[in-house]
C-alpha cells in the first residue's frame, strides 16, 4: 500500500501561483495522480504521471497552467500550478493507482488527506 502526503496548499489571487507536493512511499510501479474536490461537488481528475515520468495526462480546463513532474529519487510528485483561477478552489489529493492509463478516481486504491487551495478574485 502506498502512503501518500500531500503539503504546499495555501490561498492565492488569481493570476498567482502554488506549487503541491505529494510524498509518496512504496510507490514503485504505481502511477500518481492529482484530484480535486470544490465545496458540493464531486471528486474531479486534474493530472496523472507515469512511474517513470511518462506518461502525463491533464484535464483540459488545466491544460497549460498546471504541470506534473515527478522526482523519483525523493519519492515525491508535483503539481506546479500557475495561472490560478478562482475556478481552481478546492481540496487537492494526490492519489496511486496500479492502472497505467486512467482518470477514473474509482481506480486510485491510495489516497493522501488533501490540501486545501483556494484562490480570490
Known amino acids: 500500500q502506498v502512503q501518500l502526503v500531500e503539503s504546499g496548499g495555501g490561498a492565492v489571487q488569481a493570476g498567482g501561483s502554488l506549487r503541491l507536493s505529494c510524498a509518496a512511499s512504496?510507490?514503485?510501479?504505481?502511477?500518481l495522480g492529482w484530484f480535486r474536490q470544490a465545496p458540493g461537488k464531486g471528486r474531479e481528475f486534474v493530472a496523472f504521471?507515469?512511474?517513470?515520468?511518462?506518461?502525463?495526462h491533464y484535464t483540459d480546463t488545466v491544460k497549460g497552467r498546471f504541470t506534473i513532474t515527478a522526482d523519483n529519487a525523493k519519492n515525491t510528485v508535483i503539481l506546479e500550478m500557475n495561472n490560478l483561477e478562482p475556478e481552481d478552489t478546492a481540496v487537492y489529493y494526490c492519489?496511486?493507482?496500479?492502472?497505467?492509463?486512467?482518470?477514473?478516481?474509482?481506480?486510485?486504491?491510495?489516497w493522501g488527506q488533501g490540501t486545501q487551495v483556494t484562490v480570490s478574485s
Open positions: 512504496g510507490r514503485s510501479g504505481y502511477m
Open positions: 504521471i507515469g512511474w517513470s515520468g511518462f506518461p502525463t
Open positions: 492519489a496511486a493507482t496500479r492502472s497505467s492509463w486512467t482518470t477514473r478516481a474509482v481506480e486510485f486504491s491510495s
